[in-house]
């Protein structure tokens, strides 16, 4: 399949890119396309001019200082999959990052590109939801932003993200002695997307949970926080009474749109969201389950 | 459209070329220098059997412009046998009938010469997970999967 025709052009510098993008209308920029392509080859996106940011050697690598970790936006899953710095700092961001499609797609597809393609049954919204990640973004002038997961997601593959704007790298705290991050998937037996995700950071202090973060994705437009669910949670020792008790409260979170398709209906996704936070949390705390 | 010229070594020799933008490496490795050991079948960058070396990382060469690969390093099934001696994991494809229609097959060794460089002694389950973008649809998976346990104890000894 062929795209359809566009301009290309490649920029040196992120400055450049937004010059670029200023100065075309309609354009789009392209890291390692591996969402783009496949929506201009389904004419779902027709730009007419494809500015390519995937040299700019300033948006690329990982950077762990200060209790904070950095990404640049150009990082491949790939390049945080195998990140041992990563591992330690942030697990959760390395093991979500090797369960993201298949090699080749880690090999090339990076997190910045999925961040701002915003396709609801992607991994990372979910976990960088979770994490209370930061998104900078530069735009014309050399001004910078620095956005919440919450106010960057607004739906299905539409973000606040500006036309001349370039997402330039993503922070995420790191993980404390006391905090237990996990991701857990239902994942598409073809696709390997989410169908269900959910990613819990939880501190745990004694054997008590003393401040949870969660968040569920898959199922719904953008990535919602599982705030009855994270209340529910504090203050209680995390055993496995306690834990399915709080995951039983997510029907109160998931209130808004379910999406449901002919693979998973809303109704059993809703159901599943429970099960998958459930899984998330036994897998973090290590309480066992069977 | 305006053309672009790229230039891009495969398998060792240096190519030059003018190629519209909207071209996918898969079509110039197939049609502009005629190198057809490369495979198209899902285009959606599923299936695998596109896969090709990109800078020493396997890529579906489908899901990438032929102008993102200006400068860049390829390698194809033909650069892999060096004459008429096979490559190690080509040989244990052979010896181990790793193939049936062979539609999959350059895709999976390519994606296994990745694999065993990144982990030169995987497990059978490794090996399994490590195929995850290929896809055989004669679903001749357990020779495969022998064809590279047999090439990492040959490569690795």
């Keep these: 399949m062929y795209a359809p025709e566009f301009e290309y052009h490649r920029a040196a510098t992120v400055a450049e890119a937004i010059q670029l993008l200023s100065s075309n209308e309609d354009a789009k920029l392209i890291a390692g396309?591996?969402?783009?392509?496949?929506?201009?080859?389904l004419r779902l996106a027709r730009p007419s001019v494809l500015v390519d940011i995937g040299r700019i050697s300033e948006l690329k690598g990982i950077t762990i200082s200060d209790g904070t970790v950095r990404i640049g936006a150009l990082t491949t899953h790939w390049e945080i999959a195998s990140s041992h710095d990563l591992?330690?700092?942030?697990?959760?961001?390395?093991?979500?990052?090797?369960?993201?499609?298949?090699t080749q797609v880690r090999n090339r597809g990076t997190i910045g590109g999925n961040v701002v393609h915003a396709d609801p049954a992607s991994d990372w919204p979910t976990v960088l939801t979770a994490l209370g990640a930061k998104f900078n973004i530069q735009g014309a002038g050399g001004s910078t932003r620095t956005v919440e997961p919450g106010d960057f997601f607004v739906g299905p593959l539409t973000t606040t993200m500006g036309e001349q704007e370039v997402l330039t790298s993503i922070e995420a705290p790191t993980l404390g002695h006391h905090q237990r991050a996990e991701y857990a998937k239902m994942a598409h037996p073809a696709s390997g997307f989410a169908v269900v995700g959910a990613a819990v950071v939880v501190t745990v202090e004694g054997d008590v949970c003393t401040a949870a973060r969660i968040a569920v994705g898959g199922l719904v437009p953008v990535p919602v926080r599982m705030t009855s669910v994270e209340t529910a949670l504090v203050g209680k020792a995390l055993n496995q009474e306690n834990i399915a008790e709080a995951a039983s409260h997510a029907s109160n979170d998931l209130q808004g749109e379910i999406l449901g398709d002919f693979?998973?209906?809303?109704?059993?996704?809703?159901?599943?969201a429970e099960v998958e936070i459930r899984h998330a949390l036994f897998h973090a705390t290590e309480v066992s389950h069977h | 459209m305006e053309k672009i010229p790229i230039q891009v070594t495969v398998n060792g020799q240096s190519h030059q070329a003018e190629v519209e933008p909207r071209m996918l490496l898969v079509h110039f490795l197939r049609e502009e220098l005629g190198l057809t050991g490369t495979k198209i079948g899902c285009d959606t960058s599923q299936c695998g059997a596109c896969v090709v070396m990109m800078n020493g990382a396997t890529v579906k060469s489908c899901t990438c412009l032929a102008v993102q690969a200006d400068g860049a390093d390829i390698g194809t099934i033909e650069g892999l046998a060096n004459g008429n001696d096979l490559h190690p994991i080509q040989e244990a494809f052979w010896d181990n009938h790793g193939l049936q229609c062979g539609y999959c097959t350059a895709g999976m060794i390519m994606t296994a010469v990745e694999m065993l460089e990144r982990n030169p002694h995987p497990s059978a389950d490794e090996v399994r997970a490590g195929l995850e973008g290929n896809i055989c649809r004669c679903t001749g998976y357990q020779n495969i999967v022998k064809s590279i346990l047999a090439a990492a104890e040959k490569i690795g000894g």
């Design chain 1, 263 to 272: 693979f998973a209906s809303a109704e059993y996704r809703k159901a599943m």
């Design chain 1, 33 to 41: 396309g591996h969402s783009l392509l496949p929506l201009l080859k």
């Design chain 1, 87 to 102: 591992e330690h700092a942030c697990g959760i961001m390395a093991e979500a990052a090797g369960g993201i499609g298949d």
